[in-house]
C-alpha cells in the first residue's frame, strides 16, 4: 500500500522533520510518498497562509493520485484544505488533527489540545466544533511558541509544551493530550512517559487511521458535499 | 464611506450581477468597490473551488485595503475565505451566508436555507455550527439547479427555487427564508411577496451589516485567530 | 427613517443617558423617538423587575408604531419583552443584549460579557442559548455594581468593569467584549482604546442593526411566533 | 401542605378547569388554593398575551405567599413568568410545561408535544433549549385548534389533537406525549389508553413534582438569578 | 403505596444508611421495600463495579415486581442498570442521579455536582449528556474520597465535601448543589444550612420524584426501548 | 499482534459468523482470538440482555489479557460494556459501534445507522450523544428484524434493510451508511456496489481502528475514569 503525506507548509526542513516522523510511524508493508507545498508559505500560523498554502497542496494531491497512491495524510493540525483534498482523491484522506482528536477519544474520556501559537486556537476549535468532537475536548491551550521554534526543538519551546501538557491534565481535567502541531511529533513519545498518559501525535494517527481506512475498504463518499468536481474547476 | 464587495467566483456576468444587487442595496452614503477574483474558478461549488478561489480574493482585499476602502463583503454564500480576510483588513469583513443568515435570526424565529446544488449543503452546515447559528436553521434544502443557470433566470431554475422554499416554509417549519447563493438576489423581492415572510439575500445583509459596524467603529479583533499575519506570510 | 429607542427602565435619568448614547450612535439620516417605561419599575434587574416593566414598555411600542416609526431599539440588555414587542410591531425590532452578540461575533471569534450584578447572568444565558450564540460566548462576568451606580460613574464601578474585562481577555480567552447593560455605553470607547480590542456596547449596536434591517426591507415574519395577537388580545 | 395553583388566563371557565384538573391530581394531604389571573388577558396565545398576563399573576403568587401557601404552580404551558414567580416565593415554583416535559423524560425515551396553535412553538422550543430537555423533545406539534376551542372540547378540536399525537409516535419517533395546554388535562387518561403509552398532563405533573420538592424540602435558591427582589422593586 | 429502593452496592452497612435515609425521606403513606445487591461488589467506584452489580440489582428488581411494588429507585448516583431496570418493571424507575438533577433544575438555574472519587466524573458526565441536563451543570467536582470512608462519616471525607462544595459555588458559579453519591445523604441539611442553597441528595429526591409519577398514574413506556424483553432474555 | 473479538452475545452461531467477518477483515500479521459470552443471553436486543451479557463478557476480556493480546474488539453494536473493558485491559479497546461511527465521519459529511429492531435505537442514540458524534448522524432507522433473523440472512431481512438504506440517503441526507448490528457484516459490500457510497460495517471498522491504535502504542488512559479497578473490585 502507498500512502501520501502532504505537507502544506512550504518549509523543506519541516516537510523533513514530517518524512522522519512518517517513516517511524508507517504501519508495516506501507511505501510513504512524502511531499510539501513548496510555492506556498514556509510555515502555517493562521487564515492567511492556510490559504495561501491550499492551491500548492492540492497539487500535490493530484500528482500523488497521478502516482497512484492508496490514501492522503494532511499533515498540518488545521486540517489545511481537507474537503478540497477528499474531492480530489479517490482514496481516503486525513487530517492530523481530525486523525489526533479521533484517536484521542478511543483511549481516553476528554482530551485537552496543547498546540503552537494563540493564532492558530479558533480555527481548532471551529474544527473540533465541526467534527463533532468539541465535546470531548477538555481544553485548547497554545505554548505560545512559533511553528519553526517548535522544529528547532529549543528549551523554552519544550518548557512552554510542558507547563501546558500539565495545566491541561490538572486544570482542564483531560486525560489524554493531543499534540497540536506537527511539529511535535517527536514529543509525543517522553511526554506520554512523563506525564503517564496518552500523548497522540497527529502524524501516527494520521497514518494509521488512513490505513485503517484503506484497509478496510472504505473510501471518501461521492453522493455529497465530496464529490468530484466538474470539468470547469480544472481550467 | 467606501465599501468593498468581491465576488470570490471569476465569472465576469457573475460580478455584473452582484455590481447591479450592490449598487441597489447598498445604503446612503456608501461608495461601492466592486470586484471579482479573476484568475480563480468561473464559480464555486464545492470546495475545490472554493480553495482556488481564495488566493485571487485576497488579492482583490489587498488591493481594495491599498484604495482605503472601510470595509468588505464577500459575496459568496459560502463566505469563502472570510476568516482570511478578516486577518488582512483593517475594517470590517463579514460574509453574505454569515449576513444573511445574521439577520434571518432577527426578524424570525427559525429559517431555511434554500440554495443551488446539493454539494454545497456541508459547507453551509458546517458555516452555521461554527457561527453558532445551526439551532436557528430549521432546514437546508437544495435546488438542484447550478450557480450559473440561476444567473441566467431559467424558468426551470426559478420553479425549483419557489418549490423548495414553499417546502421550507411548510414541511420544515420556517418562518423565513435565506437564499443561499449570490445569483438568486434578484428573486429575494418577489419571493417575499409571494410566501408572505422574510426572504433574505445576501449581498443587502451584507451590506447593510459592514456599514452598521462601520458606522459603530467596530473592526475586526487582533487579539486571537484574526491577527495581522507576520511578516514571513506576505512574502 | 424613524426609529424607536425603549429604555424598559422608567428611570428618566436612564432615558436620558440613553438618548444620549443613542443621539451619538444614531447613523445619518435617522430621526430618534426616544421613550422610557414610566410606570414600571426604576431599573430591570432580575426577572420579577423585567415582568412588570413590559407591559408599559409595550404602550411605548404601540405609542411609537402609531406615531409611524419604522422600527425599534430595546434599550435593555435583557432584551426585555422583545418577543412581545415583535408582534406589536410593523418594522424590525432588535433587543440591545441580541444587537450587541451579533455584532460581536462579526468582528470576534469568542466574546464574553461584562454586566452589572450576578442576579442578570441567568437571564442573559438563557437568551444566548436561545439566540443560538452561546458557543460563541467566552464567559458571562457580572462587576458586582448595581445598574444605577454604574449609571452614577462611580470609580468603583469603573474599576470593577474594568477588573472583569481584563479577566474576560486573559481568562477567558475572550477576543471582544460586549458591555451587558444600557448603563456602560459611555465606556465602550475608553475600553476598547485601553484593552486593543473590540468593546460593543448595545445601543450602537441596535441602532445600527435596526437600521441595516430597515434599510434592507426586512421586518419581523408573521408567519409563525410573532403573529399579529388576534383581537381579543387588545381587550 | 397548601399548595397554590395559578392560571395566567383571566378566563373564569379555564381557571375552573383547572381547578377540576387540580382537585383530581391532588397528591394526598395537599390543600388546594386555585386562582386565576383576573385582570390580565381570557387566554395566553402568543408572547403579547404572555408579557400582559404576567403581573396580574405575579399578584396572585405575592396573595398566595400572604396567606401562607408552600409551593406554586404555575399552570400554562409557556410557563408564564417562571423566573419573576421564583424571585417572590419562598416555597418552590414549578411551571406545567417544565413539570411535563422532566416527568416525561423519566418514563421515556424521547416525548413529542402536542399543543394548540403554530404560535406557540416557539416559546415551547425556546423554554425547552434553556430547561436542557431540548435534545429529549422528538417534535413539537400543534394541532390548530385555539386554546378556547380545546377547552370547549369541541369534536374538531379531540379530533386534531388526536392526530398530532399519532403523527408524533409514528413519525417523529417520541415514545411519550406531553399535552402542550392546561385546558388538554381532561384528555390525558384516554389517550394514554388509546395510544398504549404514557400521555403527561401538566396540572398533575406541576402538582406532583412541586409536592415533591416541597416535601422534600426544597425551594429556590436564592444565591443567584431567582434573588428575592430589593426593595426598589416592590414600590 | 409501596416503593422499591434498591442499593446496587452489596455493603450491608451501605444498604443500612439508606435505609435510614430512604425512611426518613419517604412521602407520608409510602410503605418502603429496601434492599441490596447482595452478591455483587460491596461498593460501586467505577464501570467494572457497576457492570458487576447490574445482574444482581436485577434480581433484587425482579423481586421486588413480584412482591408487587408500584415503583422503584436506584440508590446509586452512577444510576447504576436504570435502563435494564426500565424494562422489567411495570411502575415507574427513577436513579438517585437523575433524580438529583431534576430537582436541583426546578430550584435553581445552574447545579454543580460534589462527588466521591475522580474515576467517577465520566460516568456522571455522560449520564447528563444523555439526560439533556449537562447544559444546566456548572461543574462536576470530586471530593478525592472513597465511598466506603464518606460513609464512615470521617472528618477528612467532610471537609473535602465542604471544600468542593464551597468551590462549586464560588468558582464554577452554581447556585444549587446536588450531592454526587448515595452515602453524602445525611449532609445534605446540614451543608444547605451552611451555604445558603439548595443542597439535593438522591434518595430524597428518587422517593419524592418516583411517588410524584406513580401518583400521577405515569410508568414507562413500552413503545421504544424500555419494551419488556422478549422472552429469550429470561432464560 | 494478537487481537481479540468479542462477542458479547452468547449465541454459536454469531460468533462463528463474527470470526467469520474478523477473519476476512483483520490486517496483515494479525492473529485473532475470537470468543463469545457464553453464560450470557443468546442475543442482545435491549438495556436487559446487554446487563446481562456484561459480567460474562468482562470474563473473557480478562482471559484474553491474561492471554496476553494487544487489543479488543467489542462485537456488539451497542458497544455493550466498552467502558468497564477499558479499565480491565491493558491494550486499547474498540467497540465496532463507535468503530464504525468513527470511521463514517472520515469518509463522509453525515451518516445514518441502519440497524435492527426499534428497541436498540435508544441505546444507539445515547452512545453517539456520549461519543459526540451526534451531529454527525443524519438518521437512525430500525429494519424492524430481529438479530437472529438478520444472521441468519432472510430475504425479508434484507429486503428490509436496503429498504432503510434507501431512505437514509434520500430523505435523512446520509452520504454514508453504517450497518448497526454485527450480523449485517456479509451485507456491506454488496450494499456499498449497490448504492454508491461507503458502507461501513463494525466488525472491519473495530478491528482496523484496534489495529491503528496498537500499532501507534496508544492505550486507555488510566489517569481519569479508565482507572483500574482496585482490589476489592476483582473478589
Request: glycine share 16%; hydrophobic share 15%; net charge negative.
Given at each position: 500500500m502507498r500512502l501520501h503525506v502532504v505537507n502544506p507548509n512550504a518549509s523543506a526542513g519541516m516537510t523533513e522533520g514530517i518524512r522522519a516522523a512518517a517513516a517511524k510511524a508507517a504501519p508495516a508493508g506501507v511505501e510513504l510518498m512524502v511531499t510539501g507545498a513548496a510555492g506556498?508559505?514556509?510555515?502555517?500560523?493562521g487564515p492567511v497562509d492556510g490559504a495561501m498554502a491550499v492551491p500548492w497542496m492540492l497539487k500535490r494531491i493530484e500528482e500523488a493520485e497521478a502516482a497512484g497512491v492508496d490514501g492522503h495524510v494532511i499533515a498540518c493540525f488545521d486540517d489545511t484544505g481537507l474537503d478540497a483534498a477528499r474531492c480530489l482523491a479517490r482514496g481516503p484522506v486525513v487530517g492530523i488533527g481530525e486523525a489526533a482528536a479521533h484517536c484521542a477519544t478511543l483511549v481516553a474520556d476528554r482530551f485537552a489540545v496543547v498546540t503552537s501559537v494563540p493564532e492558530a486556537l479558533p480555527v481548532l476549535r471551529g474544527n473540533l466544533a465541526r467534527y463533532g468532537l468539541a465535546s470531548r475536548c477538555a481544553g485548547l491551550r497554545a505554548a505560545g511558541v512559533p511553528v519553526l521554534d517548535i522544529d528547532a526543538g529549543t528549551p523554552e519551546a519544550l518548557a512552554a509544551i510542558r507547563r501546558e501538557t500539565r495545566a491541561a491534565l490538572d486544570e482542564d481535567g483531560a486525560d489524554a493530550i493531543v499534540l497540536g502541531c506537527a511539529g511535535m511529533a517527536a514529543l509525543a513519545a517522553d511526554l506520554s512517559e512523563e506525564f503517564g498518559c496518552p500523548v497522540v501525535e497527529g502524524i501516527t494517527a494520521g497514518l494509521s487511521l488512513v490505513h485503517a481506512l484503506a484497509t478496510s475498504g472504505l473510501r471518501t463518499s461521492k453522493r455529497g458535499g465530496y464529490a468530484t468536481p466538474r470539468k470547469k474547476t480544472a481550467e
Open positions: 506556498g508559505p514556509p510555515s502555517i500560523e
